[in-house]
């Protein structure tokens, strides 16, 4: 195998080069989860270059995973998912170096796994470890590139601790709590079709040499949604917050601490918060509603709303009252039943979540 022809194609880019090449056979980069999102990932940066690819999953494949784990094969059921696919990597390019990491990555291995790392790449799909991930690669100064699915949409979202710095806001900033599991469908409850993650994955991808050649743009602190129904994206900007708990002034996050991400749910939506459109009148109640300004141009409701970013939360803690009847609406109903469930633990007894969303419901 001859470098220099095996990378011809993408050296002669004036964005990548000999120097870009250099730098992604040097890179170091983690990918966390060898399923739908994880294998466009790997094979896409074995195929550029990248010198050192660990690859950690605790699973092992099964039937129902090879719509879209798409180097997997009937004779690989049973098998660890992290070696089949380091081992495909390998005879892919055998240029670089792979590494398999057959265990969890969890809150008391993360500083381990993650030390000699320069980006990591998100495949994931529990808040928990996603939550550990973003909150080790803030600590760390590492670069993180995340991604998940919902059925035809997916979101996208970026970190570039280490070559950015840590001033531009965190996903906690938006989330300041691990969002409970149930807040969205995982593959198994909600479908998915496999070229979902293969395009969310090729995205991350894409994301990673850029990151690592140092050319393009990324948008940062940003949700990127991506809805494959209509190829329609729309992006989600949030502000640093100065109260974060993570990266404002004063934060109370400054370690790992190992028993924060132990549980997959550290926030359970409580089934009170959920009313049904039957059950309600919306004269009684405030509406606050948390879609981006696409969503609602696509979906108007009738009756009047106020409109709230995720990120205003600490402002509109001062602006309702804890007796005041308060509806939150979104487009599933998700979104709305986390923050409502977020007011509820502070004592905000009268807040809801329309259930379903306005999708399931117009109000
Ligand atoms: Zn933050």
């Known amino acids: 195998m001859n470098p220099a022809s095996f990378y011809q194609r993408q050296t002669i880019l004036k964005e990548i080069g000999d120097a870009g090449q250099k730098k992604l056979t040097q890179a170091r980069v983690l990918i966390i989860g060898a399923g739908g999102l994880g294998h466009p990932v790997a094979t896409y940066l074995a195929g550029a270059g990248v010198g050192h690819l660990t690859i950690c999953d605790h699973d092992h494949v099964e039937e129902s995973n ?40 969890t809150a008391s291995n993360a500083q381990q796994h993650l030390a000699c790392i320069d980006v990591i790449v998100d495949c994931c799909d529990n808040f928990a470890t996603k939550f550990l991930l973003h909150d080790s690669a803030f600590l760390w100064s590492k670069d993180l590139v995340q991604a998940s699915i ?51 994955g090729t995205l991350q991808a894409m994301e990673v040499i850029k990151l690592i050649c140092g050319f393009g743009r990324s948008t940062c602190a940003a949700t990127t949604t991506i809805n494959l129904l209509d190829l329609q994206t729309d992006t989600l900007k949030w502000r640093k917050q100065a109260q974060c708990s993570l990266c404002g002034d004063s934060p109370t996050i400054t370690t790992i601490n190992e028993q924060a991400y132990q549980n997959e749910t550290t926030c359970e939506v409580n089934s009170e918060v959920d009313i049904e459109l039957s059950d309600l009148n919306p004269e009684e109640f405030i509406l606050i509603d948390l879609r981006s300004s696409d969503e609602r141009l696509k ?6 709303s106020e409109a709230l970013l995720f990120s205003d939360y600490e402002h509109w803690k ?16 998700f979104r709305s039943a986390d923050i409502a469930q977020r007011f509820r633990s502070q004592g905000y007894q009268a807040c809801y979540s329309l259930k379903g969303g306005i999708e399931n419901a117009a109000i």
């Open 66 to 105: 090879l719509h879209r784990q798409i180097l997997f094969t009937p004779k690989d059921i049973g098998k660890p998912k992290a070696e089949v696919l380091s081992d495909r990597i390998r005879a892919q390019n055998p240029l670089i170096q792979v590494h398999t990491i057959n265990h969890k990555l």
């Open 150 to 200: 919902y059925q035809m949409e997916g979101q996208l979202q970026i970190f570039p601790f280490q070559t950015q710095g840590r001033d531009q806001g965190c996903l906690r900033c938006l989330w300041p709590t691990v969002p409970s599991a149930n807040a969205v469908g995982s593959c198994a409850q909600a479908g998915v079709i496999g070229a979902v993650p293969g395009v969310l």
């Open 299 to 304: 979906s108007p409701t009738r009756a009047s």
């Open 318 to 333: 001062n602006q309702i009252s804890k007796t005041q009847k308060t509806l939150f609406i979104c487009q599933r109903g």
